[in-house]
């Protein structure tokens, strides 16, 4: 029983990776029909900054476009833009509380 959940952890991690070397594969041959590799996306950015008080004080940003590729994972640095137009608001913490 054990030798064979191994062999299907195994044959799932194989599938995975093969999926993001196609995934890759399409983004950078432009497959299919040459679409665009990259994206915009605009997203709110939210700065979460703790204070030696223990208050937090909050930043935003304007709304501001963001780079993204049209793939299902993350290539290149950039999340993919089904996630990014998904999640427009983005919080970022600076500190530890």
Do not use: E
Request: hydrophobic share 40%; glycine share 6%.
């Amino acid at each position: 029983m054990k030798r064979i959940s191994i062999i299907v952890a195994i044959c799932i991690l194989l599938a995975v990776a093969l999926v993001y070397v196609c995934d890759s594969v399409s983004l950078t041959y432009r497959i299919p029909n040459n679409r665009a590799q990259f994206g915009s996306v605009i997203v709110q950015r939210t700065w979460v900054i703790p204070m030696k008080d223990g208050k937090t004080q909050y930043a935003f940003d304007p709304p501001g476009p963001q780079d993204c590729v049209n793939s299902l994972f993350p290539h290149f640095g950039d999340p993919p833009c089904w996630y990014l137009s998904r999640h427009p608001k983005q919080q970022v913490n600076t500190g530890s509380q």
